[in-house]
Nanobody
Framework: QVQLVESGGGLVQAGGSLRLSCAAS????????MGWFRQPPGKEREFVAA????????YYADSVKGRFTISRDNAKNTVYLQMNSLKPEDTAVYYC???????????????WGQGTQVTVSS
């Protein structure tokens, strides 16, 4: 069982930056692939980024490539999402996710956090 708690959301102007954090419980965090998803207002939840258990492999949605960076600190049981050059269309609830495999964490992860709101004003 893995419990995930996101933090770091808020209101930011277009062009600004935010860093989201996701703290995971459990001693097996380092064996899980981790991901970030988002759900814009009135839309379905969508994949944003994923990272392997070692941090050596990362994947990004085309819409965030070059602007967002996913990273992890296994010693702190935490995964991060650094978001730069934010746009109003990045406004969404951002969710952290965990799964034993990298492919599944980007599609149907086993564990979800409760979400954190990110609002980008124009």
């Amino acid at each position: 069982q893995v419990q995930l708690v996101e933090s770091g959301g808020g209101l930011v102007q277009a062009g600004g930056s935010l860093r989201l954090s996701c703290a995971a419980s459990g001693r097996t965090f380092s064996s899980y692939a981790m991901g970030w998803f988002r759900q814009p207002p009135g839309k379905e939840r969508e994949f944003v980024a994923a990272i392997s258990w070692s941090g050596g492999t990362t994947y990004y949605a085309d819409s965030v490539k070059g602007r967002f960076t996913i990273s992890r600190d296994n010693a702190k049981n935490t995964v991060y999402l650094q978001m730069n050059s934010l746009k109003p269309e990045d406004t969404a609830v951002y969710y952290c996710a965990a799964d034993p495999t990298l492919i599944t964490v980007a599609t149907t992860p086993a564990y979800w956090g409760q979400g954190t709101q990110v609002t980008v004003s124009s």
